[in-house]
């Protein structure tokens, strides 16, 4: 916390003094006429049958500090910013998505490892799932208090309808206490060895803990009514405590992975219960204590 006041009044003066006035005026003419490439170096592409632009490409933006430009370019604003623009680039710290910007993503298959801190204004409308998971170093996430639809905490984007975690970041060691649903996706390829779910949440969707290969241990209460296939695809073995004395009803019968079957493979579905039931400890009954107890256990 000592950390995050002086960033947050960096964000709020950058926003302020710097991102409100922005004139992205200066650029030069791509090879297409639906492109063009401004000053800072990103690139801009435009359909001919669209009244926006998309932010394409920013591998040759060099600042620390990237403001998404405001201003009208051609009598267009920029409202995207598509997943691959962030591919290659190795110098953007600090993003700040202003309020024209309505949607974003970040690829999920190329590391954006450069990214620290984010700030999304309340004009962002849709926030996809998962759209931190190859951002290793991101370690402040800051949704406008102004937000209609989403808030942050524990640097965490959270939707405020229905209390589910979207997008979760490497800093995301506790899941708020305000959270109902753990999205789809939220938590892929995050770093995290432990996690307790806390009581209150009522649902983990698909793939939620996908590629969470550090993860060694997790406790789910009984508020959790719901969990959906594939919830916990890894990679590895790892330990879960679960506070129910026997799976719910409402939880799949695949609600963890780590060997699953192919198209074309022959071996039955039996085969690779018994598969993953070797490298997966489900402890039933247990409390959260007994996880405490075992936490303590793995520190030397």
Not at 4 to 23: E, F, K, Q, R, Y
Not at 35 to 48: H, N, P
Not at 124 to 132: D, E, K, L, P, T
Request: overall charge negative; aromatic content about 12%; charged content about 25%.
């Amino acid at each position: 916390m000592r950390h995050t006041l002086p960033l947050l009044i960096l964000l709020a003066v950058l926003i302020g003094s710097v991102c409100s006035c922005h004139d992205p005026a200066g650029h030069t003419e791509a090879e297409s006429d639906s492109e063009i490439v401004l000053d800072d170096g990103t690139v801009l592409f435009k359909y001919s049958n669209m009244d926006c632009y998309a932010i394409k490409d920013l591998q040759n933006c060099t600042s620390e500090v990237y403001i998404v430009p405001e201003g009208k370019i051609n009598g267009f604003e920029i409202r995207e910013i598509w997943e691959k623009a962030v591919v290659g680039n190795q110098t953007i710290k600090t993003m700040i998505i202003p309020d024209n910007v309505t949607s974003f993503s970040f690829d999920l298959y190329y590391e954006f490892s450069s990214l620290e801190s984010i700030f999304i204004c309340p004009g962002v409308r849709h926030i996809y799932a998962g759209s931190f998971a190859m951002c290793p170093n991101l370690k402040q996430v800051t949704v406008d208090i102004r937000h209609p639809d989403y808030y942050s905490e524990n640097n965490a984007v959270i939707e405020k309808r229905t209390h589910r975690i979207i997008a979760a970041s490497s800093t995301t060691r506790v899941i708020p206490d305000s959270v109902r649903i753990i999205g789809a996706n939220a938590f892929d390829c995050m770093p995290i060895e432990t996690v307790r779910i806390p009581d209150g949440v009522l649902k983990i969707e698909e793939y939620a803990f996908q590629f969470c290969d550090g993860l060694i241990a997790c406790y789910i209460p009984a508020s959790v009514g719901t969990i959906e296939r594939n919830a916990f695809y890894l990679r590895k073995g790892f330990t879960i405590f679960c506070e129910a004395e026997a799976k719910p009803s409402g939880w799949s019968d695949e609600w963890y992975n780590i060997f699953s079957k192919g198209p074309d493979d022959e071996h039955d579905d039996t085969y690779y219960k018994e598969l993953n039931d070797r490298f997966v400890t489900v402890r039933w009954g247990a409390t959260r204590e007994e996880y405490d107890d075992f936490i303590r256990s793995l520190t030397p």
